[in-house]
């Protein structure tokens, strides 16, 4: 038997090594850190920090001593949180292929799914934790502004009114990650999401305003007043069913769309 043959034997005869997959909490962490460890990602958290800080100045210095409550408070942290943090979503999902970073996370973690699930999750622990500290920092500025003012402390937000604005916020970081996933480009990902938050509302608002048929129709075909609805609580039997009909129409039917292509698509 030649030599090289011998040797090809041997090779062969080795047992395969298997190495140990990298857990999902690592995937997640590494995840964490993409989000933020960017200059996008640092820039963004500074210019939402600076909005909630001008807007509770702004409660502070225009309101009158009936509207310091919790609600308000909360609510000047909260709303530029709920605008922005979307944003996050969408770079942690596109900088795969807008950053050209896709040939690298997928080489070291070659299960793609494992991957879009870690940013999935990384999503909402983000929103999560900013409606934490929306939550937490608006009692703060409550508490030390009214007392500054010599007003009565005013805790006008319940349990159940909470659980549906931290529901709220949640849907608005998965619209984010599902434009992200289907667009796979940061800038076209953020012009459809402001287009969603700012625009089609406009556009559905005059339309509801002139056309009855619309007015009627609007909470069953329109996902983002639905949305809306849930800042306000309440909600009948009528008003779920139509939250889950838009929401299957307008957000998970597109997000299972934009996760069987992104399983599918070739990474450059």
Known sequence: MSTAVMENTRVAEQPRVQHARIPFRTVVGVEVRKAFDTRSGFWLLVTIALAGLLA?????????????????????????????????????????????????????????????????????????????????????????GTALLGVDTVWDLSFTSILYIVGADLIGMVVGFTLGILTRNSAGAIVAYFSYWFVLPTLSMVLAANQSWF?????????????????????SGQDWAQLALTGTVWLLIPLAFGLWRVMRAEVK
């Open 56 to 144: 509770t100045g702004a409660v502070l210095a225009f309101a009158s001593d009936a509207d310091l409550t919790y609600d308000n408070f909360a609510g000047a942290i909260g709303v530029p949180m709920t605008i922005l943090l979307p944003v996050v979503a969408i770079l942690a999902v596109t900088g795969e292929w807008s950053q050209r970073a896709g040939l690298t996370t997928f080489t070291l973690v070659p299960h793609r799914g494992r991957v879009i699930r870690a940013k999935l999750t990384v999503t909402v622990m983000i929103g999560l934790a900013s409606m934490a500290l929306a939550l937490a920092v608006g009692a703060l500025g409550n508490i030390v």
């Open 215 to 235: 007015e009627k129709a609007q909470p069953w075909v329109d996902f983002n007043y639905d949305q809306g609805k849930l800042y306000d609580g309440g909600f």
